[in-house]
């Protein structure tokens, strides 16, 4: 982050921002903590300092690199802090173990796919996660949602075919 009165760096919206990177941030930071309200807290955190250093004039130039960055350092100095990793171990070593690139593009297909689920009808997504992410038969399904089989059918094909429309991608990550 630098500070500059340069017109190379563009002012931050700052409601943009947390709009796109909230969810990948948080998605992102659950894979170093392992636990979502630690992960939301260190992602509030951090967008939180970044607010605060954006509004005293520091600008960036990458926000996404600058914002995966300060999200893994402080996750790693909360595992330091939970003893979760041993002060003798160097971060690079444990870096090795958790490929960031792929992390990083794992967690905004993760918040795609979870916006395109998000967007779903009530009924349609309800359905959709009692059976693809709970792993609940259709019959069971029906049952917790006092519909019929042919319902609980019908609701899954719309939501496939809206998460299939909605990112190809997406749709391969989820079932394939």
């Not at 409601?15 to 170093?32: E, G, M, N, T």
């Not at 971060?91 to 792929?102: A, G, K, M, R, V």
């Not at 006092?146 to 079932?175: D, H, M, P, R, W």
Request: charged share 35%.
């Amino acid at each position: 982050m630098i500070k500059s009165e340069s017109t190379k760096f563009e002012r931050i919206d700052l409601d943009s921002i947390f709009r796109r990177y909230y969810r990948p941030l948080c998605l992102y930071a659950l894979h170093y903590l392992h636990i979502a309200e630690d992960a939301e807290d260190v992602v509030q955190d951090c967008l939180t300092e970044f607010l605060e250093r954006s509004e005293k004039g520091y600008l960036v130039s990458d926000v996404k690199s600058y914002l995966y960055i300060m999200v893994r350092n402080r996750c790693f100095l909360v595992l330091k802090k939970e003893s979760l990793i041993d002060r003798n171990r160097f971060i690079s070593e444990f870096e090795e173990t958790l490929i960031d690139t792929e992390y990083k593009e794992q967690s905004f297909m993760e918040a795609r796919m979870w916006t395109a689920i998000d967007s779903l009808s009530d009924r349609c997504r309800e359905a959709f996660l009692l059976c693809k992410r709970d792993g609940l038969k259709y019959e069971e399904a029906a049952d917790k949602l006092g519909i019929s089989v042919n319902t609980v059918k019908n609701q899954i094909s719309k939501a496939l075919k809206a998460i299939k429309g909605e990112s190809l991608k997406i749709y391969f990550f989820f079932f394939g």
